[in-house]
């Protein structure tokens, strides 16, 4: 006797939840942008500060320090 149980159509509120996340995906790139803003947004840290936080972001650190400076700029240029 088989315990799986027939598949069944969604809910409305299953299908509502899918609908309203899908909505907040961001793509790869500002993704990452905002990875790389959590490395360097918290003042001034040492190399190997950022660099574990890189790894723990899973941002490539030459990429963490290429994009730096632009990133940062424009969120603080965004904060007001």
């Known amino acids: 006797m088989s315990k799986n149980k027939p598949s069944q159509a969604p809910t409305y509120?299953?299908?509502l939840?899918?609908?309203?996340h899908a909505e907040f995906t961001v793509s790869d790139?500002?993704?990452q942008r905002n990875k790389?803003?959590?490395?360097?947004c918290h003042g001034e840290i040492s190399e190997a500060e950022a660099r574990r936080r890189a790894e723990s972001?899973?941002?490539p650190w030459e990429d963490a320090c290429r994009l730096k400076e632009s990133v940062m700029d424009f969120y603080l240029s965004s904060m007001g």
């Open 13 to 15: 509120k299953e299908e």
């Open 17 to 20: 939840t899918t609908k309203m």
């Open 29 to 31: 790139e500002v993704d």
């Open 36 to 40: 790389i803003a959590c490395i360097w």
């Open 57 to 59: 972001y899973g941002v």
